[in-house]
């Protein structure tokens, strides 16, 4: 499940509100298909661009509930039923002694869903994203915000929304979706941006 | 009254990054090496200690009738307690909204884990035949048995390997936006795609980030009981039992006390010096320090408190072994001095933590917090090694004495824990650089209503 833009446009962004507001601008006029990516996370921009609250926990739920069945269940199927063995005259079957194992499975596999279930609805690991090809994205983990628009949104029209992007203020508006750098240009993208900092 | 700032300054996002992630491109430093060195002997020490105990068998400790149990599980227990507080850190603290918590927080994680990786060393090895491990796991083998859930040994195995791995997690999970940004900056390429590959790929997209802050306040509330349920579940394997000393109710809550006031110390330990080498006194602050003393401060009486009422249960219960243990054995018996450190270490030292002076001073925090984790070092010492040598039989009754590989796993494991924490803290933000960007946002978004 990609949920990452593939192809559009892209606006730079120089402050956390500058995005935001443009954000609610946009969805104000019809866009829809807005993705924002920012150096970290901002709640507001998050509800701009008309996601709501997260229902992974709901997903997760289940996963706890199973492992921790699973882990009563194993329990009480091996020393209750299949080897029953007298330790210190306790019942074969021993709930309060089951306690411990039961709850750190629930914890366990709780922990492991979620991570697996961020992972998947993020569509990672993809070490290689359309995103990535946008020429100066690799502020967007420092410093800069990044406003994408997807080119199937309803209210897309290239020259337009370029346009707008440009009036609510972002510093900078590239094409997303073109074709791959090659090494030989990410190189030099790397020597150029060495350049500047030396 | 005025407090001391969690954030110094005004830097721009990204000088704050240059800042954070400088650590991990710089080029080695003399110190550095220097540190390095002590810490591959001590794993060397570590290692050969292991390969001796496990061709030999464990014989070669001075574990012996009535005193089975000794440096191995006191080195367990205390390792474990350690880790402790770096859980509390990242998830009661994040819970509780604390903002001084942001940025230690990914070091008392790796803390945490580093400290797990020695502590589960322990069980492992007095097994004495390590290779069979696995058997402690429900596995359908040919043999036809399964484990005995009713014994703490599992218990411990599913606590223990549960806590690592949800630790691991944790860590990992608030790493990312992290190495995305080692990725975004790396000077070189062959380091863009190392740190490339860890991050997997993560751009900072908000509807990532949507499912993301989610998972890790969940994270969060499942690592808070966890943390509660681990060193509780430790100290199931002394209070199930019957030996005097350890049958005793007061032994989880005091067992979660110990650990989270030695795990603090730790934390303090280890932080002062990192943030004087890497000059982060803007991010980590006065104020931080300041916290994690009052913390020790609060866990140093809670743990009193149950010294206390250990001995007064003893008192109270009119049971004869149980008074001798209390009142005879551990103050004045064999190795009578540990248990004299022990109150002066965990309940009189950290006692200067009331004056402000104290807590504000570097030398006396880094210098108390050393002290405290020799006293809880002792204190598992008294509990496991005072409770075996003086059992219910006198005739059995014994002195326990390690030998030189004990002794050589022991401060082995130290040097191991610090390998690993120096790879860390080489490769990897130590400062959770997209957390403190989001907490300067916060802030200026404070001061601007």
């Known amino acids: 499940m990609r949920r990452t833009q593939q192809s559009g446009i892209v606006g ?7 995005i935001i507001r443009a954000a609610h601008e946009l969805r104000k006029s019809g866009y829809r298909r807005l993705e924002g990516y920012t150096p970290y996370p901002l709640l507001d921009l998050e509800r701009a661009i008309g996601r709501g609250r997260s229902r992974i926990g709901f997903v997760v739920f289940p ?85 994408a628009i997807s080119d199937r949104d309803p209210a897309f029209d290239r020259e337009a929304t370029a346009r707008k992007l440009t009036e609510l203020g972002a510093s900078r508006v590239e094409p997303l979706g073109v074709h791959p750098a090659t090494d030989a240009e990410l190189d030099e993208r790397l020597e150029r941006r060495e350049g500047e900092e030396s | 009254m005025a ?25 080695w430093r003399r110190l550095g ?41 006191i080195n367990f227990v205390w390792w474990v307690g350690i880790g402790h507080a770096g859980t509390f850190i990242s998830a009661v603290l994040l819970l509780f909204e604390q903002k001084w918590r942001t940025s230690i927080n990914r070091f008392a994680e790796a803390m945490t884990l580093f400290a797990i990786l020695q502590a589960a060393l322990f069980p492992v090895l007095h097994l004495g035949r390590p290779w069979f491990a696995y058997w402690i796991f429900p596995y359908p083998s040919t043999m036809g048995v399964w484990p005995q859930f009713k014994s703490a040994l599992p218990w411990d195995a599913a606590a223990i390997s549960t806590y690592f791995t ?75 039992t019957l030996v005097p000393g350890w049958h005793s109710t007061i032994f989880p809550p005091f067992f979660v006390a110990g650990a989270i006031f030695s795990g603090f110390a730790m934390v303090l330990t280890l932080v002062i010096p990192v943030r004087s080498l890497f000059r982060l006194e803007n991010v980590i602050t006065k104020r931080h320090l300041d916290n994690l003393a ?7 009486w809670v743990v009193t408190y149950s010294y206390i009422l250990e001995f007064f249960m003893a008192w109270y219960s009119g049971d004869e072994y149980e008074i001798y243990q209390f009142f ?54 008294v509990i496991i090694v005072m409770g075996l040598q003086r059992d219910y039989l006198p005739s059995a009754w014994d002195v326990y004495v390690p030998t030189y590989v004990d002794w050589m796993i022991f401060l082995g494991t130290m040097g191991f824990f610090l390998l690993l924490f120096l790879l860390f803290l080489r490769f990897v933000p130590f400062v959770p650089l997209a957390e403190v960007k989001e907490l300067k946002h916060e802030l200026s978004h404070e001061e601007g209503h």
Request: hydrophobic share 55%; net charge neutral.
């Open chain 2, 33 to 73: 090496k220097i540190g390095f060195l002590v810490a591959i002997i001590g794993t060397l020490s570590l290692f050969s200690g292991i390969t001796f105990t496990v061709m030999r068998g464990i014989g070669v400790w001075g574990n012996n009738i009535p005193v089975g149990w000794a440096f191995d599980i």
């Open chain 2, 294 to 300: 009052k913390m020790v401060l609060v866990t140093s």
């Open chain 2, 166 to 240: 949800v630790s691991l997690v944790f860590w990992y999970t608030g790493l990312i936006p992290d190495l995305a940004t080692m990725r975004d900056r790396a000077p070189t390429r062959a380091k863009r795609f190392i740190y490339g590959i860890f991050a997997l790929g993560f751009t900072g997209a908000s509807s990532s980030y949507r499912h993301y802050r989610v998972v890790y306040g969940l994270l969060a509330g499942l690592s808070t009981p966890l943390v509660l349920s681990v060193h509780s579940i430790v100290s199931s394997d002394f209070a199930i």
């Open chain 2, 3 to 27: 407090t001391e700032p969690v954030f110094i300054g005004r830097p721009t996002d990204a000088e704050l990054s240059d800042q954070l992630l400088s650590t991990a491109w710089r080029p």
């Open chain 2, 328 to 381: 005879e054995a551990r103050p004045f018996g064999p190795w009578a001095w540990i248990f004299w450190m022990m109150m002066i270490c965990n309940s009189v030292i950290p006692q200067v933590f009331w004056s402000k002076k104290a807590r504000n001073s570097l030398a006396v925090l880094w210098f108390v917090s050393l002290l405290v984790n020799v006293g809880m070092w002792a204190e598992r010492f």
């Open chain 1, 63 to 147: 996963f706890a509930i199973a492992a921790a069945a699973g882990a009563y269940l194993v329990q009480w199927w091996t020393n209750g039923v299949d080897y029953p063995l007298n330790a210190g005259g306790r019942p074969a079957h021993a709930p309060p002694a089951f306690v411990p194992a039961t709850f750190e499975m629930a914890v366990l596999f709780s922990a492991l869903s979620a991570c697996v279930i961020l992972a998947i609805w993020s569509g990672l690991p993809a070490l290689w994203q359309p995103i990535f090809e946008v020429p100066g994205f690799e502020q967007a983990s420092v410093d800069k915000f990044f406003l």
């Open chain 1, 12 to 18: 730079a962004f120089d402050t956390p509100e500058a």
